[in-house]
């Protein structure tokens, strides 16, 4: 039992590293724009790859998209939240719940990143009634009617779940 735990907190430290390495990515992007804005028109920015042909990123909009609260980043920090609760759903808490003999696992936390992601999923980013009943621990800046998901938010969400795993080994595993 314990091992399927080691393992969904490993997958959720995976993720998150892999979130924070494509959000410093963004970052550097950022820079980059930043210095080249201040010599020159700002360029387009092309991705040639022979499988999928070109993406292109228009030059103007690099500076406003990479900020930490820039759509790029927002996008990422959805994918990330959405892709944190998935680890547990679709792999870690049937398993789990069938080792123990027991129906299901509860956990306040799996419960609202999963109101959360619904939100994010099915209702354009913008908070359902059911995630504003239940966000006693992931509670979010609502900007206009919308999440605002930035660096600190994933990092939060991060360290509650890191906290939920080690509380459910200690729980499920005696």
């Given amino acids: 039992m314990e091992k399927l735990f080691n393992d969904l907190e490993f997958e959720t430290i995976e993720l998150y590293k892999s979130y924070r390495l494509n959000h410093f990515s963004l970052l550097f992007m950022k820079n980059y724009y930043i210095e080249e804005s201040k010599e020159n028109f700002l360029t387009n920015f092309i991705l040639d790859d022979k499988s999928i042909g070109q993406i292109k990123f228009i030059g103007e909009n690099m500076l406003e998209a990479?900020?930490?609260?820039?759509?790029?980043?927002?996008?990422?920090?959805?994918?990330?939240?959405?892709?944190?609760?998935?680890?547990?759903?679709?792999?870690?808490?049937?398993k789990i719940a069938k080792n123990l003999n027991i129906e299901?696992?509860?956990?306040?936390?799996?419960?609202?990143?999963?109101?959360?992601?619904q939100s994010i999923l099915h209702n354009d980013h913008r908070p359902t009634n059911d995630f504003?009943?239940?966000?006693?621990?992931?509670?979010?800046?609502?900007?206009?009617?919308?999440?605002k998901l930035t660096v600190d938010e994933v990092h939060k969400i991060y360290l509650e779940l890191k906290k939920e795993i080690n509380f459910l080994k200690e729980k499920y595993s005696k």
């Avoid at 299901?104 to 992601?117: A, C, F, G, T, V």
């Fill in 104 to 117: 299901k696992i509860d956990s306040e936390i799996y419960y609202e990143l999963n109101k959360l992601r």
């Fill in 132 to 147: 504003l009943k239940v966000a006693n621990n992931l509670s979010f800046v609502n900007e206009n009617g919308v999440l």
């Fill in 66 to 94: 990479t900020n930490d609260n820039g759509r790029y980043q927002f996008l990422l920090a959805s994918a990330s939240i959405v892709s944190f609760y998935q680890i547990w759903e679709d792999k870690y808490r049937k």
